[in-house]
């Protein structure tokens, strides 16, 4: 990974569902631009959101640059425009629904964002966003 300006992000969830959290940092600074939870959800919820954030943060701040998350699943929703979970809608998780509903409307409101690429873990190491929490 050369020093480009990009955001990369990433999500860390304790159980699955369990205590769910996201971020977003800078490259090349390291700086935490974002930063969201702990909530009941899941890791694939939390990676999906934080991608949305990413673009939407970006395109309010009048930036363009790559975001890079280390999720297939999420670049997928993100591509699809879909939070494709089975998280049951209840008390616990109503807050996270809503939020997921507001960022699956803002993709399809914001077709032209800024590009999500693949982070390329074997080739650059763990993702900077990365909480640190991996055995």
């Known amino acids: 990974m050369n020093n480009t300006e990009a955001l990369c992000v990433d999500a860390a969830c304790s159980g699955n569902p369990g205590k769910m959290e996201y971020q977003g940092i800078h490259i090349p600074s390291g700086k935490r631009i974002f930063h969201y939870g702990p909530v009941w959800g899941t890791n694939n919820i939390g990676e999906f959101l934080a991608i949305v954030h990413a ?48 960022a699956e409307l803002w993709l399809r409101n914001n077709p032209d964002h800024c590009p999500v690429e693949k982070w390329n873990t074997n080739e650059w190491g763990e993702i900077p966003a990365d909480f640190g929490r991996k055995k």
Do not use: F
Not at 75 to 87: A, G, S
Not at 93 to 99: P, Y
């Open 55 to 102: 673009l939407a943060l970006l395109k309010q701040q009048g930036k363009s640059m790559t975001v890079y998350s280390d999720s297939n699943t999420a670049q997928t929703w993100v591509r699809n425009r879909h939070c494709k979970t089975t998280l049951p809608r209840d008390e616990k998780t109503e807050e996270l629904h809503q939020l997921i509903t507001r």
